[in-house]
T-cell receptor, first 111, second 114 residues
Framework: GQQVMQIPQYQHVQEGEDFTTYCNSS?????IQWYKQRPGGHPVFLIQ?????EVKKQKRLTFQFGEAKKNSSLHITATQTTDVGTYFC???????????FGTGTRLTVIP | KAGVTQTPRYLIKTRGQQVTLSCSPI?????VSWYQQTPGQGLQFLFE???????NKGNFPGRFSGRQFSNSRSEMNVSTLELGDSALYLC?????????????FGPGTRLTVL
């Protein structure tokens, strides 16, 4: 069945270091969405990418959607303690009626 | 605008019972989706309702059902509860159907099955 894996599962960084999480789908996705969930909170939408090879930036965050629309990445430059949380990718397969979430990457930022 | 609200926030039930959870979407949003989040399985899509019709469905047994009312409020029902149904149940609303739009999540209902 459809699987969306994220690596790494956990990441500890010193404040100011960069962080990257990778999202890999077993099948082509029609779009990729990224969410952030703070400890004890609920997922909050960050961004959506639709086009093959698309790159979008939000301040210190850079999102990429792979050429084959099967993988994506989120890169945070110069992490801050406010970046702590679990980052999820999610996407529907083309024509599918199901939204598949990645396994998530839990980021810890050490001050 | 007020965000997505879910009631109750916490619930404790015993095996074999049934439970109904409620979700009120953001005003003007007609799509409501439900998700189950557990440490073992992560975030899994249950189903989506749009204009009172179930539009999309995940891979959950028939014990999980839902409905949507004319004011877009939605309820989710789980019958014959099992221990494995203990989870955080999240609903999300969106202006449109089909996962092409932003999903706005509510705070969730924490269900514990004893």
């Amino acid at each position: 069945g459809q699987q969306v894996m994220q690596i790494p599962q956990y990441q500890h960084v010193q404040e100011g270091e960069d962080f990257t999480t990778y999202c890999n789908s077993s099948t082509t996705l029609s779009n990729i969405q990224w969410y952030k969930q703070r400890p004890g909170g609920h997922p909050v939408f960050l961004i959506q990418l639709v086009k093959s090879g698309e790159v979008k930036k939000q301040k210190r965050l850079t999102f990429q959607f792979g050429e084959a629309k099967k993988n994506s990445s989120l890169h945070i430059t110069a992490t801050q303690t406010t970046d702590v949380g679990t980052y999820f990718c999610a996407g529907p397969t083309a024509g599918a009626n199901n939204l598949f979430f990645g396994t998530g990457t839990r980021l810890t930022v050490i001050p | 605008k007020a965000g997505v609200t879910q009631t109750p926030r916490y619930l404790i039930k015993t095996r074999g019972q049934q439970v109904t959870l409620s979700c009120s979407p953001i005003s003007g949003h007609r799509s409501v989706s439900w998700y189950q989040q557990t440490p073992g399985q992560g975030l899994q899509f249950l189903f989506e309702y749009f204009s009172e019709t179930q539009r999309n469905k995940g891979n959950f047994p028939g014990r999980f059902s839902g409905r949507q009312f004319s004011n877009s409020r939605s309820e989710m029902n789980v019958s014959t509860l099992e221990l494995g149904d203990s989870a955080l149940y999240l609903c999300a609303s969106s202006p449109a159907t089909g996962f092409a739009d932003t999903q706005y999540f509510g705070p969730g209902t924490r269900l514990t099955v004893l």
